[in-house]
């Protein structure tokens, strides 16, 4: 009984020590990621599926959108991976602003693509997400999976608990997220687990040129830049 408590104990100390170590690599990740993005700005972060072929609507328009919004002095922010991703990164990284991707190390290899000016790399998906927040002037959102599904609630969930600047969230096809915000008018409403005007933070667009013009209007009464308490706020992401 002594000795299989012994090393339970030794078990446990083992692994604390390993959890405690990690929190050195943890560190590391968000000062690469504040020293190599905290000039990059403006900056729009765009997301979708990994799945999205090349000759797909979602892999076209995210490209497009990318493109024109790079064009426009907003460097693009991706997951560095496949599909839609890469469309965006490929977007960026034909116009003049910085094309950069935030890479995650996955149990099934995702490779980073071949159009990121800055290539930054992750372990841990959270640090990513602080990166992905914090130096976004807008969130664009292509057909996605279950992680596009992640990054859509952690943004609203920032606005909406005041964790985070309001910032313009754009949904790319009508087709394919009407379904979402019925549910979420229908069932969340309804049941009072959102407001209708949390809602209002979110908007519809279809073609690239609307989706540039969107951002551009919602900082037309407005810094671009965060104010004062605006960054003070985001210190605490």
């Known amino acids: 009984m002594s ?4 090393y339970a ?11 405690s170590w990690e929190v050195f690599r943890i560190m590391a990740e968000f000062v690469e990621g504040f020293e190599q993005l905290s000039e990059i700005y403006p900056a729009v972060s765009i997301f979708g599926s990994a799945r999205a072929p090349e000759e797909s609507e979602a892999y076209r328009k995210a490209e497009e959108i990318a493109y024109r919004l790079s064009e426009s002095g907003f460097a693009v922010i ?6 839609v991703m890469e469309a965006a990164n490929k977007g960026g990284y034909r116009g003049r602003a910085p094309s950069i991707g935030l890479n995650i190390e996955l149990p099934k290899e995702q490779l980073p693509n071949d159009y ?3 290539s930054l790399h992750f ?8 990166m992905f927040v914090k130096y976004a002037s807008a969130y664009v959102v292509m057909p996605g999976g279950f992680g596009t ?6 943004i609203l969930t920032l606005i909406q608990t005041g964790k985070t600047r309001r910032i313009p969230v754009i949904l790319v096809d009508r087709g394919f997220w009407s379904g979402l915000l019925e549910w979420m008018r229908e069932t969340m409403c309804q049941a009072g687990t959102i407001s209708p005007s949390d809602l209002e933070m979110l908007q519809i667009c279809e073609e690239p040129q609307e989706v540039v013009d969107a951002i551009f209007a919602h900082y037309e009464s407005r810094s671009i830049r ?3 308490s605006e960054q003070e706020i985001l210190l605490e992401l």
Do not use: M, N, W, Y
């Open 116 to 118: 990121q000016d800055i």
């Open 149 to 154: 599904l992640d990054e859509l609630a952690e």
């Open 226 to 228: 965060p104010s004062r």
């Open 9 to 19: 104990g030794r078990k446990q100390l083992g692994e604390l020590s390993r959890e």
């Open 3 to 6: 000795k299989h408590k012994t």
């Open 78 to 83: 991706s997951g560095g991976g496949p599909g």
């Open 123 to 130: 372990r841990h998906f959270f640090s990513r997400k602080v």
